[in-house]
């Protein structure tokens, strides 16, 4: 089955480079709700999802000539399309009501700040600190309490900034799981 696949993923490069625009139909038909499906994780609208992805055949078609075969799939360098358009729209959504957004000190006034040790990101943390090991505990104390940066975490702790990186990114991941 394999060899199928290929050879019909060849013909198909192979016309999308002649500009044929029923393979680009095939395309579609073929791959297009894949496509979608990973949009739509990304950007969680039906509407937006279905937006983003007649974008992303369109700029695929206008792109395509930049297509190297040896450099991937067609349906990798496809699916890498959409789901950079799916992050920018979800980036420009983002932008766009953080325009909307009013400053905090129009509304509730310039002279009303909350006081310097009151940190309302670290709500729960030290709780959700006693899930975890005292290696682990000690890192996020560092990162997320002490505000730390990794590499002054790192030197802190003698480690690897790597080590100090993917462990961080461990623990956060559990934490979420387990919170959540």
Wanted: aromatic fraction near 12%; proline fraction near 3%; charge should be positive.
């Amino acid at each position: 089955m394999k060899g199928f696949e290929q050879q019909f993923e060849k013909e198909l490069v192979s016309r999308l480079y002649a500009r044929d625009e029923k393979a680009m139909a095939l395309f579609y038909k073929n791959y297009s709700k894949s496509l979608y499906c990973t949009i739509w994780r990304i950007v969680r609208h039906d509407e937006l999802a279905e937006d983003v992805l007649q974008e992303c055949m369109l700029k695929f078609w206008l792109a395509f000539p930049s297509y190297d075969a040896r450099k991937g799939r067609l349906f990798t360098w496809a699916l890498n399309i959409g789901r950079n358009l799916a992050i920018d729209s979800i980036r420009e959504q983002r932008y766009r009501d953080a325009q909307r957004t009013d400053s905090l000190t129009a509304v509730v006034g310039a002279n009303q700040v909350a006081p310097p040790t009151f940190r309302p990101e670290h709500i729960g943390v030290r709780d959700w600190l006693q899930l975890v090991g005292p290696n682990d505990r000690q890192l996020l104390e560092l990162l997320y309490l002490k505000g730390y940066t990794q590499t002054e975490a790192a030197q802190e702790l003698h480690l690897p900034l790597g080590t100090v990186k993917s462990r961080a990114s461990r623990i956060i991941r559990y934490l979420s799981r387990a919170v959540s």
